[in-house]
């Protein structure tokens, strides 16, 4: 082993990002191993990011000009997260100032459609870190609900299905606003049908079931964006809702006659719990499938009474099953909230890993920030991830190799002891403890 780099985070000892050399220890032994198999891989990596929802570019453009200028490379800049992702919502969601769409009601012609909305705060933060990443963001977009008129319930929220006489215009929905996009120079990569289309929110929202989610995607979607000549560069995701039932919600959609010409993947979320078993199901069965996750967060209505320390490790724990499972693209949720962990228009906050201060002329990065950092800037796109074994379920490990062949290890202690360890590649290790509560990202060469 050579170049070896240590960063760890360890915010009881004021460490963040922390970095120093290592050597390699020689012989590892047999005991309190991380044994890494850098030639066997199991997928490669897209990537990481967080969503521009209009809750975060609002906060966004709330700062002064300077702290607008260093959010943005704390997200995407080479000093920060290094995110190379974006997802975005068409028409509103819970985290925007209000409910939207981009046509005039009733307007079964889609004449009105227009885009000016997100050009006032969307488009610009997405092109500003187009600026710091050199390259523009790979972008994910989904609905959380389509206009009031084509839904059953004749509003935005609290649920309601997509009215079958209007899922063709729908469809053309979809391709409109990409094409939108693309005329402001922003490519959209990928989409969902619908976002937790599972669930009845007092917020935007829209139900399918398996079989209606399969039969858009198949007889609308899918054609609509092939005949203008966007689907292969546009890429249809489906589920994008919680992992505990992601695999008989897949397999229900994929019998479809036609799915697998349509449907290149699963997205899922984690408010539902681990359920990594479901990822490892959906490769096995669906091994030319990609798996992205596409959303999470930390509820406040559900985890208010934890602290940072909590949050943090809710992230890397889930970073590290999610990504061990199959998932090849992370997309946090908001990439910045107010103090408040909003705006929401229905009071839905949460945390997220940057929240501006009260005054909302600052903003400060959380303990979550770093932790996910020990993954999103060694990681690289293109990275594989590859198999390894660790002698205690108290530490939390994955393993990666760059395309540069430079391995990158992953350490999580979530307990309240000093754990020690060697990192074991073939005959060499390196030695180390992790701290009570800690995260440590390893680097090395062969």
């Known amino acids: 082993m050579k170049n070896i780099r240590i960063t760890e985070t360890d915010a009881s000892a004021g460490k963040f990002w922390s970095e ?39 906060t966004y453009m709330g700062l002064p000009e300077d702290k607008r200028k260093s959010l943005i490379t704390d997200l995407f800049g080479n000093d920060g997260l290094r995110y190379n992702l974006g997802r975005i919502h068409m028409n509103s969601c819970d985290f925007a100032l209000g409910n939207y ?9 889609l004449d009105s459609f227009d885009i000016s909305h997100d050009e006032e705060e969307i488009i610009p933060m997405i092109k500003a870190a187009t600026k710091e990443l050199g390259r523009q963001p790979v972008l994910m977009m989904a609905p959380w609900s389509p206009p009031p008129f084509m839904k059953t319930n004749g509003e935005m929220n609290h649920g309601g299905k997509l009215k079958d006489e209007y899922k063709d215009l729908w469809a053309e929905y979809f391709v409109r606003f990409i094409r939108e ?97 479901q990822l490892e199901l959906l490769k096995k069965h669906y ?13 406040y ?69 770093y932790y996910i950092g020990h993954f999103s800037r060694y990681i690289r796109e293109g990275a594989k991830l590859v198999w390894s074994s660790c002698y205690t379920d108290h530490i939390d490990s994955a393993a990666f190799v760059n395309p540069d062949g430079e391995r990158v290890v992953v350490l999580l202690n979530k307990t309240d002891e000093a754990l020690p360890l060697k990192i074991k590649d073939k005959d060499s290790s390196i030695e180390l403890e992790m701290a009570p509560h800690s995260m440590k990202t390893v680097t090395y060469f062969a």
């Open 181 to 277: 996009y693309k005329k402001r120079g922003i490519d959209i990569s990928f989409t969902t049908i619908q976002n937790e289309p599972n669930a009845t929110q007092t917020w935007d929202s829209c139900v399918y079931n398996g079989r209606e989610e399969a039969d858009f995607a198949v007889e609308n979607l899918g054609p609509a964006l092939k005949k203008a000549g966007l689907l292969g560069d546009m890429k249809i995701f489906v589920w994008d809702h919680n992992k505990e039932i992601a695999y008989d919600r897949f397999s229900e959609i994929m019998g479809k006659e036609g799915a697998d010409e349509y449907i290149s993947g699963c997205a899922v979320h984690w408010y539902t719990g681990d359920h990594f078993e």
């Open 101 to 109: 769409t981009y046509v005039k009601d009733g307007d079964e012609s």
């Open 301 to 369: 209505s559900i985890l208010s009474d934890r602290g940072d320390e909590y949050f943090a490790e809710m992230y890397a724990h889930q970073m590290m099953g999610n990504l061990k499972g199959g998932i090849t693209a992370i997309f946090d949720w908001n990439l910045i909230l107010d103090y408040k962990g909003g705006p929401n228009h229905v009071g839905n906050y949460c945390d997220a890993p940057i929240m501006a201060d009260e005054a909302g002329d600052d903003y400060e990065k959380k303990l979550s920030y």
């Open 20 to 58: 120093y050399a290592a050597t390699d220890a020689g012989d590892a032994g047999e005991m309190k191993l991380v044994v890494v198999f850098p030639e066997e891989t199991k997928g490669t990596i897209r990537g990481f990011g967080g969503a521009f929802t209009e809750a975060a570019v609002h």
């Open 287 to 299: 091994p030319d499938k990609e798996i992205f996750f596409t959303e999470g967060c930390v509820e």
